[in-house]
Antibody, heavy 119, light 110 residues
């Protein structure tokens, strides 16, 4: 059974760059052509927000409103995916999840990691 | 690309059925059959309940069912149980290889 574990700094200063990693275990990131790796976040008191996705080939799809600040990458050697979000503000404070998706759904999710943007 | 609209809360007694709505637009729910539903208990990872509007992943109870009409999708929980108390989120594929989630619904079992 695949497991996903997000990690990163819990606190980021405004205007800086947020960087998170999702380590995948129990399966290879490249095991299926149909798998896409998404980042989803939930700000306090709000709903889930899809940020984007990456395929192990490196192909990405980002939420249009975040496209200028988001970068996702894949490290097949270490079986992990990463998210960077630049120029963060308090509005980027959220619980960040990584999830494995295929065919328009997400079957496996990490537990999430909380990121607070504050000086 | 706005969030899909869900009621903030829905409640029911054990054994009853409840329905959660998820309203989008003709650019997402109304145009695609790719609606999925997720259950999330506090402190836990979201769990896929339904995909492609009404299909169950392996291991999910058939007490959960889904449907769609126009720009609105529905999740029905039959035979409500205490363990169903959780937050529920819908999601839909939208245009240009993007996805949108719902605002979330807190289900309370009375």
């Amino acid at each position: 059974q695949v497991q996903l574990q997000e990690s990163g700094p819990g606190l980021v200063k405004p205007s800086e760059t947020l960087s998170l990693t999702c380590v995948v275990s129990g399966d290879s990131i490249t095991s299926s052509f149909h798998h896409w790796w998404s980042w989803v976040r939930q700000p306090p008191g709000k709903g889930l927000e899809w940020l984007g996705e990456i395929h192990h080939s490196g192909t990405t799809n980002y939420k249009p409103s975040l496209k200028s600040r988001v970068t996702m990458s894949v490290d097949t050697s270490n079986n992990q995916v990463s998210l960077t979000l630049s120029s963060v503000t308090a509005a980027d404070t959220a619980l960040y999840y990584c999830a494995r998706g295929s065919f328009y759904k997400w079957e496996s999710w990490g537990q999430g990691t909380l990121v607070t943007v504050s000086s | 690309q706005s969030a899909l609209t869900q009621p903030a809360s829905v409640s029911g007694s054990p054994g009853q059925s409840i329905t959660i709505s998820c309203t989008g637009t003709s650019s997402d729910i109304g145009n695609y059959k790719y609606v999925s539903w997720y259950q999330r208990h506090p402190g836990k990872a979201p769990k896929l309940l339904l995909y492609d509007v009404s299909y169950w992943p392996s291991g999910v109870s058939n007490r959960f069912s889904g449907s769609k009409s126009g720009n609105t999708a529905f999740l029905t929980i039959s035979g409500l149980q205490a363990e169903d108390e959780a937050d529920y989120y819908c999601s839909s594929y939208a245009s240009d290889t993007t996805y949108v989630f719902g605002t979330g619904t807190k289900v309370t079992v009375l």
